[in-house]
């Protein structure tokens, strides 16, 4: 399978909070363009939303891996079946990088529509989680 990865971002912060905001979906609205998504719905495990011109779909965080790792999967009547990984490396006590992976589980004719707007979607993700100013 195809893997979609966002470029690499840097923060000024530790990867635990980081991490600590990252791993709670309730965090993520503040992240996603309100322009873009609609009917935002959000647990800490889980979210779900619409977006114009694709429909309902939802995610669910299934593994945690402290201060490094955040894997996500599709959930319910998601159009596209994907996996999601947040990973995250402190390059020093104060700053982090962090890298955003897509992994659609879709033919290679659908993959190739989709991965000019997955590569769009986790680029604005990591621009937006860079803008982070965690306490």
Do not use: H
């Amino acid at each position: 399978m195809t893997k979609i990865e966002s470029k690499i971002g840097k923060l000024k912060q530790s990867d635990e909070k980081i991490f600590a905001f990252l791993s709670d979906f309730n965090n993520f609205k503040s992240l996603i363009p309100a322009d873009k998504v609609k009917n935002w719905k959000s647990t800490t495990d889980s979210c779900s939303f619409s977006v114009d011109g694709i429909g309902d779909a939802g995610m669910r965080i299934i593994e945690r891996i402290p201060n490094s790792l955040i894997k996500v999967s599709s959930e319910g009547n998601t159009p596209v079946n994907f996996f999601f990984w947040i990973q995250l490396k402190m390059t020093d006590e104060s700053n982090t990088a962090i890298r955003l992976v897509i992994e659609p589980q879709v033919n290679p004719l659908m993959l190739g529509m989709l991965k000019g707007p997955l590569q769009n979607f986790v680029d604005m993700l990591i621009d937006q989680v860079e803008k982070l100013n965690l306490p």
